[in-house]
């Protein structure tokens, strides 16, 4: 069993930044893929960004491309997620997610699906004023 802590959430300006964190618990976080979803109110759960387990790999949205940063700290369990430039339109509780199955190099497609990540956090709210 693997939990999931999110934190760093808050209401912001439009142009601030903010560092989410997800603290995972657990010996083998360095096996994880760990990823970031969000939700906005009235819409469907959509992907944000990745972090592979196998190399390090980051895949992200097209929507918060060149915006926000994932990474990933192995000693600490925890995995960031760094959102820069924030837009009214990011507002939405963001998940953390992990996928403890042995990463294979899956395709994108995989790594955005929420089906691909067997546990999950409880959420942190980011709202952004414009």
């Known amino acids: 069993q693997v939990q999931l802590v999110e934190s760093g959430g808050g209401l912001v300006q439009a142009g601030d930044s903010l560092r989410l964190s997800c603290t995972a618990s657990g010996r083998t976080f360095s096996r994880y893929t760990m990823g970031w979803f969000r939700q906005a109110p009235g819409k469907e759960r959509e992907f944000v960004a990745t972090i592979t387990s196998t190399g390090g790999r980051t895949y992200y949205a097209d929507s918060v491309k060149g915006r926000f940063a994932i990474s990933g700290d192995n000693a600490k369990n925890t995995v960031y997620l760094h959102l820069n430039s924030l837009k009214p339109e990011d507002t939405a509780v963001y998940y953390c997610?992990?996928?403890?199955?042995?990463?294979?190099?899956?395709?994108?497609?995989?790594?955005?699906?929420?089906?691909?990540?067997?546990?999950w956090g409880q959420g942190t709210q980011v709202t952004v004023s414009s």
């Open positions: 997610a992990a996928d403890t199955r042995p990463d294979i190099f899956h395709s994108v497609r995989y790594y955005s699906a929420s089906s691909s990540y067997d546990y």
